[in-house]
């Protein structure tokens, strides 16, 4: 995000006005402060580990803000309202994601997807990307734009049956057998 930073390897907020200034860092054991022209303009509890993110919503661009109106269970609803595996698939995408808003664009993208090509195809769309484990607004944006929703998956194709034949020799054959000495 356009409005972090990273120090020691996790990332913190900082006003997103502030995105081509030159920025300095002080931390302690218990707190990162981001600094200025040695003011501060940011100060959070430090994070220990790798990849994790401090976001204070103040620094946050209004279109970012619109966002915290959503919670990860008001979107798996609205998904679960087109389909089941609309559902699984917003689930997924909010469980693959470090912090679960990193997965709120995508699962946007997806209510914009279905006002587009209606919940009966992003449904479909949605079962082919869980089964093809991709877990993204893009797969599932590839897969209507190339009407694969509109096919059957694999598992989805009946059986063709084997025509019984004298000349068919059929599984048994195969078996191994003992051969005499």
Known sequence: ???????????????????????????????????????????????????????????????????LEWSPSRLVHWAESTGPAAGSLVTRILEHRPHPEQGYRSCLGLLRLGKKYGAERLEAASRRALHLRSYSYQTVKNILAAETDRLPLEDEIPAVPVPVHENIRGADYYVERETPC
Do not use: C
């Open 1 to 67: 995000m356009r409005y972090h930073v990273e120090v020691h390897d996790n990332y913190y907020s900082v006003p997103h006005p502030l995105l081509h200034e030159r920025l300095e860092a002080r931390t302690t054991a218990t707190t990162v402060e981001i600094l200025v022209h040695s003011r501060r303009v940011a100060s959070h509890p430090r994070q220990y580990g790798r990849g994790k993110y401090a976001t204070l919503p103040e620094h946050m661009p209004a279109s970012h803000r619109a966002y």
